[in-house]
């Protein structure tokens, strides 16, 4: 089947709690299908608990759940963590072999417990604008294991690594750079410790999206988005589905903006496709598949 025969689909989408959230990135589910939960731009985490009830204030300071606690990598805090019952959060970890975490991001979590993710940049706090104007690449690929509480180097000099995602089995992970390229670095087998080029993407703005590969994405702040525009540059939201080996299984897409300009996550959860945005106060949803 043609990837692109539904590709203006997403444009179909739904808006859904409109000035509700403020600024939804990351979205995320538990082990006992609570949830959604995202991580909001005033630094609360919040869960959706239904029409009834609706949103729910979880925690306080985008996130990743084993069922037991929530960790949550935080642009400005650094890597968190924050019980069941939800509350305050307890920081982790602030710093690496000396150098502190300025932009955490996007942890996975391993079978063995350990968790993967990324600290985007080890010059600008929190600063996309700066990070892609500059065209900077001092990031760093990090693991975080519990029962020693150390944190380990894993890679280095990444240009603004984000979207971690472990494989169905845990023998590589995924994330993405910006330069457009989805890298895989492997963990088990003959290939530990190799990185290799999965997809050269053709954009900026794509999410790659299927039940493993849920979150590797890449987000262009509202700044950038001016300056595309000021060069004649037409920007719109893409979401693809790869497959293990990068071939591109499906694409929808929004050219005229219709329901979301900036995607920064999409969760499938129950039939839907739930998408996150640094940039707006929504989510937007989407029947799938």
Known sequence: MDPFHNRSR????KLEFVDEVLGPESLECDIFGRGTYTGLADGQIVRWMGDTIGWETFAMVTANCNGRDLYIADAYYGFLVVGPEGGLTTPLVTHVQGKPILFANDPDIHKNGS?????????????????????????RLLRYDPPTRTTHLVLDGLAFPNGVQL?????????????????????EGPKTGNVELVANLPAQEVITHNPWLRSVYFKLPKKLSILARLMGMTMYTVISLFNEKGEILEVLEDRKGLVMKLVSEVREVKGKLWIGTVAHNHIATLSYP
């Open 167 to 187: 494989s169905g089995d845990h023998s590589f992970l995924l994330f993405k750079t910006t330069n457009c390229w989805l890298m895989k670095y492997w963990l």
């Open 115 to 139: 968790i993967f993710f990324t600290d985007t940049s080890k010059r600008y706090n929190g600063n996309h604008f700066f990070i892609l104007l500059e065209g900077e690449a001092t990031g």
């Open 10 to 13: 997403l444009a179909h989408g």
